[in-house]
């Protein structure tokens, strides 16, 4: 799929690698054309992460703003409705690039002597979750609360993008039949 969207991209070289089941060759316009059926925010989250277009990034986090104010997360004393947007921001910035692991370099595994093991910084994922410290510090919260309340509102977030992965991917399959 990133290839397929990485074709949309200002300056993309012809993809001419990549064929239809008819056997003709697959255009930057097919695969624009099978973005028409997403909404806005899928489309432009689309775009910025596959087709690294940041073109529409302003309007992209006033979005990611907005769908974090809608999920109506209970706030504490001393939390602000700018404690929840700046979760949107941090789950949008996770989505389209996580943070890869340095240890394994985002690939999972790490080669020993005479073998290939999962990687233990990062258990075999490729990249790695922001840490509780982390998180209170970017929301301005404590520890605790940002691991009992903030970590899982960040999760279903981030599980939001990961459906709008799912979308993306079933209109570009559908699309290109």
């Given at each position: 799929?990133?290839?397929?969207?990485?074709?949309?991209?200002?300056?993309?070289?012809?993809?001419?690698?990549?064929?239809?089941?008819?056997?003709?060759?697959?255009?930057?316009?097919?695969?624009?054309?099978?973005?028409?059926?997403?909404?806005?925010?899928?489309?432009?989250?689309?775009?910025?992460?596959?087709?690294?277009?940041?073109?529409?990034?302003?309007?992209?986090?006033?979005?990611?703003?907005?769908?974090?104010?809608?999920?109506?997360f209970k706030l504490i004393k001393g939390e602000g409705s700018r404690t929840a947007e700046l979760l949107g921001l941090i789950a949008l910035?996770?989505?389209?690039?996580?943070?890869?692991?340095?240890?394994?370099?985002?690939?999972?595994?790490?080669?020993?002597?005479?073998?290939?093991?999962?990687?233990?910084?990062?258990?075999?994922?490729?990249?790695?979750?922001?840490?509780?410290?982390?998180?209170?510090?970017?929301?301005?919260?404590?520890?605790?609360?940002?691991?009992?309340?903030?970590?899982?509102?960040?999760?279903?977030?981030?599980?939001?993008?990961?459906?709008?992965?799912?979308?993306?991917?079933?209109?570009?399959?559908?699309?290109?039949?």
């Open positions: 799929m990133s290839e397929l969207m990485a074709m949309i991209s200002p300056g993309a070289p012809p993809f001419d690698s990549v064929r239809s089941t008819s056997k003709s060759k697959i255009s930057a316009c097919d695969v624009a054309a099978c973005l028409v059926g997403l909404d806005r925010h899928t489309y432009l989250y689309s775009l910025s992460k596959f087709a690294l277009d940041d073109s529409g990034r302003g309007e992209l986090n006033v979005l990611a703003v907005k769908e974090a104010r809608e999920c109506g910035k996770l989505a389209i690039s996580p943070n890869k692991c340095a240890r394994c370099k985002g690939v999972g595994q790490v080669s020993l002597k005479f073998s290939v093991v999962s990687c233990e910084s990062c258990e075999g994922l490729g990249d790695r979750k922001i840490s509780d410290r982390n998180l209170a510090n970017i929301l301005g919260s404590t520890k605790y609360r940002s691991n009992k309340a903030w970590k899982p509102r960040l999760n279903e977030l981030l599980s939001n993008y990961a459906q709008r992965d799912s979308a993306i991917d079933t209109v570009i399959h559908k699309g290109l039949r």
